[in-house]
């Protein structure tokens, strides 16, 4: 009875060790990093999103933060699903396209992945500069005819 006993714990402890490492190799697919990265920024839990996030990235979201922390809280919080998601690149570096899709709106978004100590982390959007109308619209008329604009 004490050997059966014995094996039962055994197998049981072997069971919830292979158990973790499954857990551990599922985070360490980028696809999964990203997910992770995405439902931890949905939720506003900004300091477990850095942990997946590289220095570049951890910045961005600090700022982030700080602008969603002038928000309404329920206003901010998202439920965020991919719709498609394709990472490819070579060694340390893969970029990520995704169709993503929230309570609000459908859109794209494009990540970059850096492996670094071995991990997955999430870096910081590159920034794309995009004049609106309205921006164009507050620029006094006196500056446009100066500059050429008209």
Same mark, same amino acid.
Request: charged share 30%; proline share 3%.
């Given at each position: ?32 990093v990203l997910k992770q990265y995405q439902a931890y920024i949905d939720k506003n839990q900004f300091e477990e999103a850095r942990a997946l996030s590289t220095p570049a990235g951890q910045q961005w979201l600090a700022e982030l933060e700080a602008i969603i ?8 919080? #998202?439920?965020?699903?991919?719709? %498609? $998601?394709?990472?490819? !690149? ?45 921006? #164009?619209?507050?620029?006094?008329? %006196? $500056?446009?005819?100066? !500059?050429?604009?008209?």
């Amino acid at each position: 009875m004490k050997i059966t006993l014995s094996l039962f714990y055994m197998v049981a402890i072997l069971f919830a060790l292979t158990s973790c490492k499954q857990e551990e190799s599922a985070r360490e697919k980028p696809e999964e990093v990203l997910k992770q990265y995405q439902a931890y920024i949905d939720k506003n839990q900004f300091e477990e999103a850095r942990a997946l996030s590289t220095p570049a990235g951890q910045q961005w979201l600090a700022e982030l933060e700080a602008i969603i922390s002038n928000e309404q809280a329920d206003s901010t919080v #998202l439920d965020t699903k991919f719709l %498609s $998601l394709s990472c490819g !690149g070579t060694g340390d570096t893969l970029s990520c396209a995704c169709v993503l899709e929230d309570q609000y709106e459908r859109y794209t978004a494009k990540y970059r992945l850096v492996r670094l100590d071995g991990q997955w982390r999430v870096d910081a959007p590159e920034e794309d500069i995009i004049i609106e109308n309205d921006i #164009l619209e507050s620029v006094p008329d %006196s $500056l446009l005819e100066e !500059g050429g604009m008209e």
